[in-house]
């Protein structure tokens, strides 16, 4: 391709990208309408919903209308299983049938735990979009500081400079601010790569196409509520997890695919019912005693299932599922118990680390107060001031990064606890 197209072609990409504005909020709100994996889901609790009328089926009239018009040389025989006629018709329907009746409640818990699927996967799309956004938003963060930080040492190179133009400093001090100048953008351009790349994961989380950015408003969002204890925790966990909540569905449409196939040993009935209108051409009137034109009959069909060796196969492959389902039940139990202690646990180190966070950049910035003041006093080159400033930025961004860890596991523990959604609906729209 030649450079001007080239060109022409990151043109039109960028054209075409386009920054989203958006809290938090309405970043969760904008992900659980527009991300692939919660349509996905829809569409396989659509699937299981039309599968209950499937099974349902058997218990409405099928009615089948058609022809086995023939020409008959001698005796009338049959045409496709019934007599020559000019029109036919047959319906047919289940009665009785205790294995299909359990297949349609069976279809009716699959449809639900389909539903349940589907909020599994809306608190999964939540939380990664929550956490995506607390990363653009700490990356937009760390850039402003960062470009502030640009402007000081600027500020410093200059002066430097007309230090060493009046013969008060030496060319190695102008070096040295060169150096940091130099540092400071290279992390400005470190950080706007991570911000581009926080932002277009965000986009692409909230369905947006990968060109596109979501940008995190700045807004002070109020702490997040915790349960009080861990073991309320543990029982809201147990209570309302899509994930438990789904294997137990599973479990009760094993239990009743057993009990179906069980009750296919028992009798079954069928309505069934015919219609036929028959001609003279088909030699009715010669082989027999009379001949009418239109016919019918309605009946049921009974079956009595005598000997059926492939159920009891089938019923001990559905046990072996059934003890594979509750084996995989108390363990997501276990854990889910002890991802709720470890969420806790996170919660407390965090904050820990963010009470450290904040008394180390107070130490620091009430150090640079010192050595300012010694620095216009002339006790104190700036080489040293410049130093402790340097400190203090690399203060700021623990502290920050400290807070975003504070808030990622407060987060933590809504999402193991299944009230993440109910703490996004809470928080200020704009």
């Given at each position: 391709?030649?450079?001007p197209?080239?060109l022409?072609?990151?043109?039109?990409a960028?054209l075409?990208?386009e920054?989203?504005?958006?809290t938090?909020?309405q970043?969760?709100e904008?992900?659980?309408?527009?991300?692939?994996?919660?349509?996905?889901?829809?569409?396989?609790e659509?699937?299981?919903?039309?599968?209950?009328?499937?099974a349902?089926?058997h218990?409405?009239?099928q009615?089948?209308?058609?022809?086995?018009?023939?020409?008959?040389d001698?005796?009338?025989?049959?045409?496709?299983?019934s007599?020559?006629t000019?029109?036919?018709?047959?319906?047919?329907?289940?009665?009785y049938?205790r294995?299909?009746?359990?297949?349609?409640?069976?279809a009716?818990?699959?449809?639900r735990?389909a539903?349940?699927a589907?909020?599994a996967r809306?608190?999964?799309?939540?939380y990664?979009?929550?956490?995506l956004?607390?990363?653009?938003?700490r990356?937009?963060?760390?850039?402003a500081?960062?470009?502030k930080?640009?402007?000081?040492?600027?500020?410093v190179?200059?002066t430097?400079h007309?230090?060493?133009?009046?013969?008060?400093?030496?060319?190695?001090a102008?070096k040295?601010?060169?150096?940091?100048?130099a540092?400071?953008?290279?992390?400005v351009?470190n950080?706007?790569?991570?911000?581009?790349a926080?932002?277009?994961?965000l986009?692409?989380?909230?369905?947006?196409?990968?060109?596109?950015?979501?940008?995190?408003?700045?807004?002070?969002?109020p702490?997040l509520a915790?349960?009080p204890?861990?073991?309320?925790?543990?029982?809201?966990?147990?209570?309302s997890?899509?994930?438990l909540?789904?294997?137990q569905?599973?479990l009760?449409s094993?239990?009743?695919?057993?009990?179906s196939?069980?009750?296919?040993?028992l009798?079954?009935a069928?309505?069934?019912?015919q219609?036929?209108?028959?001609?003279?051409?088909?030699?009715?009137?010669q082989?027999?005693?009379k001949?009418?034109r239109?016919?019918g009959?309605i009946?049921?069909?009974f079956?009595?299932p005598?000997l059926?060796?492939?159920v009891?196969?089938?019923?001990s492959?559905?046990?072996?599922?059934?003890n594979?389902l509750?084996?995989q039940?108390?363990?997501?139990?276990?854990?889910?118990?002890?991802?709720?202690?470890?969420?806790?646990?996170d919660v407390r180190?965090?904050?820990?680390?963010?009470n450290?966070?904040?008394?180390?950049?107070e130490?620091?910035?009430?150090?640079?107060?010192?050595d300012l003041?010694q620095?216009?006093?002339?006790?104190?080159?700036?080489?040293r001031?410049?130093?402790?400033?340097?400190?203090e930025?690399?203060?700021?961004?623990?502290?920050?990064?400290?807070?975003f860890?504070?808030?990622?596991?407060?987060w933590?523990?809504?999402?193991?606890?299944?009230?993440?959604?109910?703490?996004?609906?809470?928080?200020?729209?704009?």
């Open positions: 391709m030649s450079k197209a080239v022409l072609v990151l043109f039109t960028w075409g990208a920054t989203h504005p958006m938090l909020r970043a969760v904008a992900a659980l309408r527009q991300n692939p994996d919660v349509f996905l889901a829809h569409m396989e659509d699937r299981a919903r039309a599968g209950i009328r499937i349902r089926e218990f409405i009239p009615v089948i209308i058609g022809s086995g018009l023939a020409y008959s001698g005796f009338p025989m049959s045409v496709a299983g007599a020559p000019v029109v036919q018709a047959n319906a047919i329907g289940t009665i049938n294995s299909q009746q359990l297949q349609v409640a069976m009716r818990e699959d449809a735990g539903g349940i589907v909020n809306r608190d999964d799309v939540a990664r979009t929550t956490v956004y607390l990363d653009a938003e990356a937009s963060r760390l850039l500081m960062a470009l930080a640009v402007e000081s040492r600027q500020s190179l200059e430097v007309a230090q060493v133009a009046e013969g008060r400093a030496l060319p190695l102008e040295q601010a060169a150096l940091e100048v540092r400071a953008q290279q992390l351009e950080l706007e790569d991570d911000e581009g926080a932002e277009g994961s986009a692409v989380a909230l369905g947006l196409p990968a060109e596109d950015r979501v940008h995190p408003v700045g807004q002070e969002r702490a915790l349960p204890s861990e073991e309320q925790a543990i029982q809201e966990a147990m209570d997890r899509p994930e909540r789904q294997l569905s599973q009760v094993k239990e009743i695919e057993r009990r196939q069980k009750a296919a040993r009798p079954h069928d309505l069934v019912a219609y036929g209108m028959l001609a003279r051409f088909n030699n009715y009137a082989f027999f005693q001949f009418q239109n016919n009959q009946g049921v069909s079956q009595f005598i059926n060796p492939a009891s196969a089938e019923v492959q559905i046990d072996a599922d059934l594979h509750r084996v039940l108390s363990s997501t139990r276990s854990r889910i118990s002890s991802d709720v202690q470890q969420a806790f646990r180190k965090s904050e820990s680390a963010a450290v966070a904040r008394l180390d950049l130490v620091a910035r009430a150090q640079l107060d010192v003041a620095q216009q006093e002339g006790r104190l080159p700036l080489s001031v410049e130093e402790t400033r340097l400190l930025d690399q203060k700021w961004i623990t502290f920050y990064d400290a807070q860890a504070v808030e990622r596991a407060r933590s523990v809504l999402k193991v606890t299944g009230s993440l959604l109910t703490a996004v609906a809470s928080l200020p729209e704009k």
